[in-house]
């Protein structure tokens, strides 16, 4: 099974500031994942796909990079509707979530 | 628009049984997988089932694997899960999602609001 760990666990950031979050998995997934925003007692909402393709309707301050094992999640200006919690999936292999980031303001 | 909603969520004891129903619209069922995802009480995100778009592949979770069981109804553009055995580890908010598709393991792009599964005596 591939694991998904995400980095930090939480993060206190500024309206304005840039926002990095990791997610590495346990192997490699190619090109094969995706970034969730969850705000509380909320769905799930797509941000980005297969690594770096913004979904539809999403602002382009939100990018994402990477391959193999290591990606990355940038919110170039956070604000106050990021504030929430991220999850990046691999979809390589079945499907697993990473344990979150929560985005919290400072 | 899409639109998922689930239902049939409740209160069930430990060992008991519960069937889960997300009816879809907006767009052509037939053509797409639908995923089951549940989320603990303060907790992460959980993949539990799919189901492809013509019902000829499942695949569960370990953690329910024998215990659930994903279908859908393609005249009534419904999915279910029929979950059996139920444990405390079960309680969640239970959500369907749409599989995007085009690939063989997809992610998703619309989710229902959710519907929670409590397993308490």
């Known amino acids: 099974d591939i694991q998904m760990t995400q980095s930090p666990s939480t993060l206190s950031a500024s309206v ?4 990095t979050i990791t997610c590495r998995a346990s192997q490699s997934i190619s090109s094969w994942l995706a970034w969730y925003q969850q705000k509380p007692g909320k769905a799930p909402k797509v941000l980005i796909y297969e690594t770096s393709s913004l979904e539809s309707g999403v602002p382009s301050r939100f990018s994402g990079s990477g391959s193999g094992t290591e990606f990355t999640l940038t919110i170039s200006s956070l604000q106050p ?3 929430a919690t991220y999850y990046c999936q691999q979809y390589n292999s079945f499907w697993t979530f990473g344990q979150g980031t929560r985005v919290e303001i400072k | 628009q899409v639109q998922l909603v689930e239902s049939g969520g409740g209160v069930v004891q430990p060992g ?4 889960l129903s997300c ?12 995923h ?14 799919v189901i492809w778009y013509d019902g000829s592949n499942k695949y569960y979770a370990d953690s329910v694997k024998g215990r659930f069981t994903i279908s859908r109804d393609d005249s ?20 369907c999602a749409r599989g995007a598709g085009g690939s063989y393991y997809d992610y998703c792009d619309y989710w229902g609001q ?7 005596s």
């Open chain 1, 16 to 19: 304005g500031d840039r926002v």
């Open chain 1, 81 to 83: 509707d990021d504030f």
């Open chain 2, 16 to 19: 008991r049984s519960l069937r």
């Open chain 2, 23 to 34: 009816v879809a619209s907006g767009f052509t069922f037939s053509t797409y997988r639908i």
């Open chain 2, 36 to 49: 089951w995802v549940r989320q603990a009480p303060g907790k992460g995100l959980e993949w539990v089932a």
């Open chain 2, 76 to 95: 009534k553009n419904t999915v279910h899960l029929q979950m059996n055995s139920l444990r405390a580890e079960d309680t969640a908010v239970y959500y």
């Open chain 2, 114 to 120: 959710g519907t929670l599964v409590t397993v308490s």
